[in-house]
């Protein structure tokens, strides 16, 4: 620089410094702009963490004040006090949000979805359950406007009552399609209110099995108010007199049961034997389905008349 003058040499480095000084401000501005974006975008989204590991969604989107955390807990001891406690939740915080995300361990996430598409009614926001990424659920809740409980696996929208587990983890629907705009429920003219599950309520998951009969079960010792029967793959049941025997056992004690195929897809049509012993005919609801909308139906509707009737109908989109 020996070739400059004094003056110019003095030009340059304030030029220099006014160039660094220049890309500084254009840094921290797309900062401040990206987190203002950010804000606006999940700010909107309220997130539910009820699978307890803060790590898994702190690292990712920081400490945000429209998030909670439940204490760790085994999935598999997931209950009716978390799915209360979810809605709970959420009613407190309807009127402030435009979407809500579930994060939940996977294993029991379509037990979730479930429950929680019959607990909210006249939902006309959307609460995606993930056991993934909860970012991408978060941006994708923030655009989103389908009135459902929608599990997101995969980067696809299935209906939360409508979403199985498959053999690679994740989740699908074999009777019904991938959820959009033109194919989801329309928003409600009521508002949006819950009904609880009952802690007293039990409803049993048994699958059909050769030789099954009466003496599975003591009902004196084990008072079952709801058994969901999952049956052979594409209906088939027990041909025998004593599965039938066992289904009207049940039925003359009281307890409802549904029967509900291994493979809704493949659902052959109602078993008549099987309905005159007194099951109620899923249709083509999954197994977490059939569990889900017996348990919230005994926990808000004494008559148990009542209750048959409204297993047969769909009520959430859940049945064809």
Known sequence: MSFLTKQER????????????????????????????????????YIINAEGIEKSV?????????????????????DTDIWNRIA??????YHLYTAFVIKTDKRTLHYTASVLTFMIENL????????????????????LDIPEVIVLSNSQLLRGCRAIPNFSGEFWSPCYPVLNSTNSLSKPVDGMSVRLLSP???????????????????IR????????????????????????????YLT???????A????????????????????????????????????????????KTVIRQLMKVPMRGEML
């Open 260 to 303: 509900v195929s291994q493979h809704p897809s493949k659902s052959d049509g109602e078993d008549f034997l099987l309905s005159k012993a007194g099951a109620i005919w899923g249709h083509d609801m999954t197994v977490s389905t059939a569990y889900a909308k017996l348990a919230f139906l005994l926990s808000n509707i004494q008559k």
């Open 88 to 93: 709970r939740d959420i009613v407190s915080k």
């Open 252 to 258: 003359k004690k009281g307890i409802l049961v549904v």
């Open 124 to 143: 006309g926001k959307p609460i995606i359950v993930t056991g993934g990424n909860v970012e991408s659920a978060v941006s994708i809740a923030s655009e």
């Open 58 to 78: 702190k690292t990712k989107l920081g400490k945000m004040e429209n998030m909670i955390s439940y204490k760790p807990t085994n999935p598999y001891s997931i």
């Open 10 to 45: 003095e030009f340059l480095i304030v030029a220099v410094i006014f160039l660094f000084c220049s890309v500084g401000l254009v840094v921290y501005l797309q900062k401040k702009n990206k987190q203002s974006m950010t804000f606006r975008r999940y700010g909107k989204v």
């Open 200 to 218: 007293d309520v039990r409803v049993a998951v048994l699958k059909s099995f050769p030789g099954m009969d009466k003496s599975l079960l003591d």
């Open 221 to 248: 010792k084990n008072r079952k108010t709801g058994v969901v029967i999952e049956l052979y793959d594409g209906d088939n049941t027990p041909k025998s007199d004593k599965f039938y025997d066992f289904v009207r």
